[in-house]
């Protein structure tokens, strides 16, 4: 169940010292599927100027793969704002410690949860 909070408060957004604090998902992953979908448009390109009409289809379908997990991954996630103290926080803590974001709010929310549990079954 964690998990599942985990992925709808990573949409999180505040403002820190003017800048804009994003946390959506994590970069690497981002950067990763920016990059399998180039590749496979570039692959869909070159099948179709060979008039390599199998590899074609196979490359369209790909990219188009690749569109709906980043679709997917956007319309899944539920932005919520955090407080600009806390913002600042995270990221210090992040920058701090060189822990992602993912891992902090999921230590936070963890322990929060765990002590709403503890209250309602006393």
Known sequence: MSSVLIRRVIG????????????????????SLSIA????????LDAFVG???????????????????????????????????LAKWLLDQSRATGERFEDIIDRGLTAYRSGMVDQDES
Do not use: C, Q, Y
């Open 51 to 85: 008039g390599e009409w199998d590899l074609f289809v196979l490359f369209v379908a790909l990219t188009a793969l690749l569109g709906g997990v980043w679709l997917r991954r956007r319309i899944d996630r539920v932005s919520t704002t955090l407080r600009p103290d």
């Open 37 to 44: 979908a180039v590749l496979a448009l570039v692959g869909a």
């Open 12 to 31: 999180a957004a505040s403002t820190v010292d003017g800048r804009k604090a994003s946390i959506v998902g994590s970069l690497s992953d981002n950067v």
